[in-house]
């Protein structure tokens, strides 16, 4: 459809969607800038209603009763518009982010420090999206801007903003989640000034969100990183991105080699062990049901084996290398055993909660004893473990005949 050059070569668009991912993000960025601004307005009506309490100035108690009602129902529905647009352009703008990453990938190879999934992954693992987003967003930046420069410079100016905002909103989130457990009146009204704090970040960040994207995905255009099939001029071979295609792509044959570890996934059990411990600590401060003191030692100590077992699974099963495209291969860095653990602990978990429950086996009325935990851990090993053989493995007959020793 429309020709574009790139370092002399000539790559032709192959669909006319290239640019509707980013319309639908632009969309929902908009979106929630009306919603941002809408709930701003609901939390000043929500603190008058609070104000208006504290000074009873209701002449009747059914009035005040009628305002109430009238407030929640507003909140319920505002809350319902949250979520569902929440997800929606997050799912949105992570498959965006994944997909500019990728465009750059194409051309630029290795040169880049994060893959596309590891840029995604960015936003969503704790507590490394405190300071990813930022190095993902400069890198894309300044790679879709200057193709040929060094990617080691500072930030531009509005990458920093964007991520200042993120972090605002960040912290403010877990302000809000704090000040919603207030009771009295002055705390109520302390949780809707944090809101509309909250709101007005978000507006910012959206409208952020909406230049970079804008300017990233003009900037790949006029570069032509895009998905493109390239075609190279007559007597000359096809040129292609930097990879490490030429690198052996070992699909799990022969890597059952348990305790031969290398420093990625040595890297990766000590993110898994730390982040489980986080989560231990955590769990053992919930005052409402707090976990005793056997079980909180043995979930700590449960991260030891579980974690190695379940990198060294992923390594034997998928091997040490991750498929970007036909011709771009990258290895599997810590993020990548990272993000492939905690997706087969919450299915692996899913699944185990809907058989015990199938099987009526309860934990007791006075909570999980130490043989029903380490019991219904060991079930959710397991089906991690099969999990990880069904979702990951690229020759799963093989592995099978293997496992069984019916073929040699």
């Known amino acids: 459809m429309t020709e574009t050059t790139h370092a002399g070569r000539k790559a032709v668009k192959t669909s006319a969607t290239a640019g509707s991912l980013t319309r639908w993000v632009q969309l929902a960025l908009c979106a929630h800038i009306l919603v941002a601004l809408i709930g701003s307005v609901c939390e000043v009506l929500e603190y008058r209603l609070l104000v208006n309490y504290e000074q009873a100035v209701y002449p009747t108690l059914d009035a005040a009763l009628l305002d109430d009602a009238a407030n929640s129902a507003r909140m319920d529905h505002l809350l319902l518009l949250r979520l569902a647009l929440f997800v929606g352009s997050a799912v949105l703008m992570l498959c965006w982010i994944h997909r500019a990453s990728f465009n750059l990938w194409q051309f630029r190879g290795q040169t880049l420090r994060f893959t596309p999934v590891g840029a995604v992954l960015g936003f969503l693992i704790p507590p490394v999206f405190f300071w990813r987003p930022l190095q993902v967003m400069k890198e894309i930046h300044a790679a879709s801007h200057m193709p040929n420069a060094a990617l080691s410079g500072k930030a531009a100016l509005p990458v920093l903003l964007?991520?200042?905002?993120?972090?605002?909103?960040?912290?403010?989130?877990?302000?809000?989640?704090?000040?919603?457990?207030?009771?009295?009146?002055?705390?109520?009204?302390?949780?809707?000034?944090?809101?509309?704090?909250?709101?007005?970040?978000?507006?910012?960040?959206?409208?952020?969100?909406?230049?970079?994207?804008?300017?990233?995905?003009?900037?790949?255009?006029?570069?032509?990183?895009?998905?493109?099939?390239?075609?190279?001029?007559?007597?000359?071979?096809?040129?292609?991105?930097?990879?490490?295609?030429?690198?052996?792509?070992?699909?799990?044959?022969?890597?059952?080699?348990?305790?031969?570890?290398?420093?990625?996934?040595?890297?990766?059990?000590?993110?898994?062990?730390?982040?489980?411990?986080?989560?231990?600590?955590?769990?053992?401060?919930?005052?409402?049901?707090?976990?005793?003191?056997?079980?909180?030692?043995?979930?700590?100590?449960?991260?030891?084996?579980?974690?190695?077992?379940?990198?060294?699974?992923?390594?034997?099963?998928?091997g040490d290398k991750d498929r970007l495209s036909a011709e771009i291969i990258v290895g599997i860095g810590v993020w990548g055993y990272v993000w492939r653990f905690y997706l087969l602990l919450v299915l692996a978990t899913l699944i185990c909660a809907v058989i015990l429950a199938w099987t009526r086996l309860a934990p007791g009325e006075v909570g999980p004893s130490l043989t029903y935990f380490i019991a219904s851990n060991l079930l959710i090993l397991l089906m991690m473990s099969l999990l990880c053989w069904l979702l990951f493995s690229r020759n799963r007959k093989a592995q099978l005949y293997r496992l069984l020793s019916i073929r040699r």
Request: aromatic share 10%; with cysteine.
């Open 162 to 318: 964007w991520w200042w905002s993120w972090l605002a909103l960040l912290v403010l989130a877990v302000l809000c989640g704090v000040s919603v457990l207030g009771t009295d009146l002055h705390q109520q009204k302390t949780s809707s000034v944090l809101f509309i704090v909250f709101n007005l970040t978000l507006t910012c960040l959206a409208v952020l969100s909406l230049a970079l994207v804008d300017g990233i995905d003009g900037a790949q255009a006029r570069h032509g990183f895009r998905p493109a099939s390239v075609a190279p001029p007559a007597g000359q071979p096809e040129a292609r991105a930097p990879t490490t295609q030429d690198a052996p792509c070992r699909s799990g044959g022969n890597s059952w080699r348990w305790f031969d570890l290398d420093l990625t996934r040595k890297q990766a059990i000590g993110v898994l062990i730390i982040l489980w411990w986080v989560f231990c600590l955590i769990g053992t401060q919930d005052d409402a049901n707090p976990l005793p003191l056997d079980l909180a030692i043995a979930n700590a100590l449960f991260a030891f084996p579980v974690t190695f077992w379940s990198v060294q699974l992923i390594h034997a099963v998928r």
